[in-house]
């Protein structure tokens, strides 16, 4: 079982429809990017997942249990959401005490976590005096305060410098290794292409593509992509996604993300789909992401 399910999901506001039937998972070990366009439907659907929000439809479940129905649920759950706040009054240390003292945690977790996030010779200072850097520090730091087995961020790198940003690459990879599960919202490409093993991208509210980085995101980081024109475009589709692949239409041509040329050539031959044309085709990431959002902005 994995350690994030999302099942058939929707989630309606009024006549907008921000998720459709929207399915998959998150294993742990791995680190998972979520991808999307503004508005597509990541937030609403973190949100559905953390309890925030109820679905229209569907089920969104850690280990098949709702966040609800947990089991002190922030020692198997850390999140931090885009819009977490903090008393400005307090301090970093106050404000991690008092998540300790609600969540049932030990008090010396707090000076683990903070050194951490790199914030123990800040951790005596009032938030209100913090950098956005170092309140997304401050953020992560309570996530990981009952050492839970999930940890679910959105936009974990909004506000860090490039030092932090590399910090925060290591500290998802260190968590992945440990065996937690990481679930990281994020619309920077690049930098999600350095951190993650596998993505979901969705648009529009409906899941576009899923499974590993080079598999999804074919063409991105040396990963390979093809562009195939075949007699018979239908028929080569089919067999390409029979075997996992995940294929683009593009007018008359075919791109098939995560192949080769001759992977794609064997298959048009044990189909005997009449191949016209076949090429490799080198893509940035930023390609291979517009090709499964369908260029949403």
Avoid: C
């Amino acid at each position: 079982m994995a350690a994030v399910e999302i099942r058939d999901l929707g989630k309606r506001f009024g006549s907008v429809e921000a998720v459709k039937s929207l399915s998959f998972d998150v294993e742990a070990g791995r680190v998972t990017g979520f991808l999307g366009p503004n508005g597509a439907g990541k937030s609403t659907t973190l949100r559905a997942l953390l309890g925030l929000v109820r679905p229209t439809a569907g089920t969104a479940t850690f280990d098949g249990r709702a966040y609800e129905d947990l089991d002190r649920p922030s020692s198997r759950v850390g999140a931090v959401l885009e819009d977490t706040a903090f008393h400005p009054g307090r301090t970093a240390r106050n404000h991690l005490r008092v998540l300790a003292t609600t969540g049932e945690h030990p008090s010396g977790r707090v000076d683990e976590v903070l050194d951490a996030v790199g914030l123990t010779a800040a951790a005596d200072r009032r938030v209100k005096g913090y950098s956005m850097g170092m309140r997304q520090r401050l953020g992560i730091a309570g996530a990981l305060l009952g050492d839970p087995e999930v940890l679910i961020l959105d936009e974990p790198t909004n506000g860090l410098d490039p030092p932090g940003i590399t910090w925060m690459r290591g500290l998802l990879r260190r968590q992945a290794a440990a065996g937690r599960a990481v679930l990281i919202s994020s619309h920077l490409l690049a930098e999600v292409a350095q951190s993650v093993d596998d993505v979901v991208v969705i648009a529009n509210g409906g899941l576009r593509g899923q499974g590993t980085l080079e598999h999804v995101l074919g063409g991105a980081g040396g990963a390979p992509a093809t562009e195939v024109h075949a007699k018979d475009p239908g028929a080569l589709t089919r067999a390409l996604e029979q075997r996992g692949y995940s294929v683009r239409s593009e007018g008359e041509r075919l791109i098939v993300l995560g192949a080769t040329t001759e992977e794609v050539g064997t298959i048009a031959a044990e189909e005997q789909v009449t191949v016209l044309g076949l090429a490799p085709q080198a893509r940035s990431l930023e390609a291979a992401f517009f090709d499964l959002t369908g260029g949403e902005a």
